[in-house]
């Protein structure tokens, strides 16, 4: 794991490029070499950020966060990291709390989820960033039944 947190709105593409793109792709190509995968944190707004992403050669795009917490749907996300880079997470936090997400459109978003993508490699369901103290006890058995029907 290599620590990151990047957003396009913040890590502009020009300064990723430039500082820390190198960096990824070197530990990525001695991970490699000796038979390791590399991952690094992704929760952000990424859309400027695929093409550099996808060049990095990393392996793992840790906590990576969906619509409504960004911009970015789902299916735009696994488009833009390409077939190759796994992804890990693609629920977003916010669903997990009642306060910001009503019980039906919590469980229309996770079935939705889970048909589209249970069946895909490259990819890990999780919650993205963090499980907040916010968080409802049922909507995380829930997906774990959901998930693993």
Same mark, same amino acid.
């Given at each position: 794991?290599?620590?990151?947190?990047?957003?396009? $709105?913040?890590?502009? #593409?020009?300064?990723?490029?430039?500082?820390?793109?190198?960096?990824?792709?070197?530990?990525?190509?001695?991970?490699?070499?000796?038979?390791?995968?590399?991952?690094?944190?992704?929760?952000?707004?990424?859309?400027?950020?695929? $093409?550099?992403?996808?060049?990095?050669?990393?392996?793992?795009?840790?906590?990576?966060?969906?619509? #409504?917490?960004?911009?970015?749907?789902?299916?735009?996300?696994?488009?833009?990291?390409?077939?190759?880079?796994?992804?890990?997470?693609?629920? #977003?936090?916010?669903?997990?709390?009642?306060?910001?997400? #009503?019980?039906?459109?919590?469980?229309?978003?996770?079935?939705?989820?889970?048909?589209?993508?249970?069946?895909?490699?490259?990819?890990?369901?999780?919650?993205?960033?963090?499980?907040?103290?916010?968080?409802?006890?049922?909507?995380?058995?829930?997906?774990?039944?959901? $998930?693993?029907?």
């Amino acid at each position: 794991m290599l620590g990151g947190n990047y957003d396009d $709105s913040i890590t502009h #593409p020009a300064f990723f490029e430039k500082y820390i793109f190198p960096v990824l792709h070197d530990y990525a190509e001695v991970l490699h070499r000796r038979g390791k995968y590399l991952m690094t944190h992704t929760d952000g707004e990424n859309q400027r950020l695929f $093409s550099l992403y996808r060049r990095a050669g990393f392996d793992v795009a840790d906590s990576v966060c969906p619509y #409504p917490m960004t911009r970015c749907r789902l299916e735009e996300i696994r488009a833009g990291f390409g077939e190759r880079v796994t992804i890990w997470g693609g629920i #977003p936090s916010t669903l997990l709390c009642a306060t910001s997400t #009503p019980e039906e459109e919590f469980r229309r978003s996770i079935d939705e989820t889970v048909d589209r993508y249970s069946h895909r490699t490259h990819f890990i369901l999780g919650v993205s960033d963090m499980v907040t103290a916010a968080c409802e006890w049922d909507r995380l058995q829930y997906i774990t039944e959901r $998930s693993c029907s």
